[in-house]
């Protein structure tokens, strides 16, 4: 389905047809090109399928209304980035809040005005293409980066990279996609709790074989949004060079790689998806082969051939 959005690609969602038309017409003069659904079920399909740049919402409707429409885009990793402005005559406290809390990034009263009604969607279009410059500059340059709500974990975007990463150290739970995984959501709780108090907190650091991911907390918004930064590192040629100085096997480099960090062979096991017996008895063989007895030997002889070389 193609569209013209060079203006912008608005979805208007309202059970009154005459407030449709009205609405349709104020925004294809203005140069949007506009989609309408008359019900929030039509909404979901259009939306998910469009894409559309902002979407006007009627908060009272039959059937699914305007406070469960928002909370199914935003519960959508598809849709939960476009903004939504809540159309309503409801203005009392209770309604303005339920609109927020629902998703809505904003809300107009009726009888609407076109002209505010305008006026608020070239504000919030303004905003989405910032963001959406900034995601894809990202995308372009091939950077890992996640943005997760603190308060539930919720996924709000992420790079193809970073969704990548993700899938490879921690996989879904249950098949859930939406949220982040409980071992990534419970770092940033200690990271934000590190942040309210003054502190620094470290890095999320994952093992797999010879490679980890490292998160960052690159950005902070305690209401909205944290933004994290995944990096992989690998140890591949560290373990090529043990491997072909000492005549080493991989998993015996591995291990050695490990123990040149400071890790135990329950660690290891850990990391290597083995037992602490079985890490001893490959450790057992480097020390043969490197000609020493201790992990401290065993870890200096093998930094102290490869600086050689490296400086060689």
């Given at each position: 389905m193609n569209f013209n959005t060079d203006a912008g690609l608005v979805l208007v969602v309202d059970d009154i047809p005459e407030n449709l038309a009205v609405l349709h017409d104020a925004l294809d003069e203005s140069g949007y090109t506009v989609l309408v659904a008359n019900n929030g079920e039509t909404a979901l399909l259009r939306a998910a399928e469009a894409q559309p740049h902002i979407i006007l919402l009627d908060a009272v409707m039959p059937g699914m209304d305007g406070f469960a429409t928002c909370r199914h885009l935003k519960a959508n990793l598809a849709t939960r980035h476009i903004p939504v402005i809540f159309m309503t005559?409801?203005?009392?406290?209770?309604?303005?809040?339920?609109?927020?809390?629902?998703?809505?990034?904003?809300?107009?009263?009726?009888?609407?005005r076109t002209s505010e009604v305008l006026a608020r969607i070239a504000s919030h279009l303004q905003t989405a293409r910032l963001v959406d410059q900034a995601r894809s500059a990202l995308d372009a340059f091939g950077n890992a980066v996640i943005a997760i709500r603190p308060d539930d974990g919720r996924i709000l975007w992420q790079t193809p990279l970073a969704r990548q990463l993700l899938r490879n150290y921690l996989p879904p739970e249950s098949g859930a996609t939406e949220r982040a995984p409980q071992q990534l959501?419970?770092?940033?709780?200690?990271?934000?709790?590190?942040?309210?108090?003054?502190?620094?907190?470290?890095?999320?650091t994952?093992?797999?074989?010879?490679?980890?991911?490292?998160?960052?907390?690159?950005?902070?918004?305690?209401?909205?949004?944290?933004?994290?930064?995944?990096?992989?590192e690998s140890?591949?040629?560290?373990?090529?060079?043990?491997?072909?100085?000492?005549?080493?096997t991989m998993r015996e480099s591995e291990v050695l790689n490990w123990v040149i960090k400071g890790k135990t062979n329950r660690d290891i096991g850990d990391i290597l998806g083995t037992s602490p017996r079985t890490v001893n008895k490959h450790l057992e063989h480097v020390f043969v082969k490197l000609g020493v007895e201790t992990r401290t030997s065993a870890a200096a002889v093998a930094l102290g051939k490869i600086r050689s070389a490296s400086s060689g």
């Open positions: 005559g409801l203005t009392e406290s209770e309604h303005v809040v339920a609109a927020f809390e629902a998703g809505g990034n904003d809300y107009v009263t009726k009888p609407l959501q419970s770092w940033l709780a200690a990271t934000q709790q590190a942040h309210t108090e003054g502190l620094s907190h470290a890095p999320l994952l093992a797999r074989g010879a490679q980890r991911l490292i998160f960052s907390a690159a950005e902070y918004s305690e209401q909205t949004q944290w933004m994290v930064v995944l990096r992989e140890d591949a040629s560290l373990i090529d060079a043990l491997m072909s100085s000492f005549k080493l």
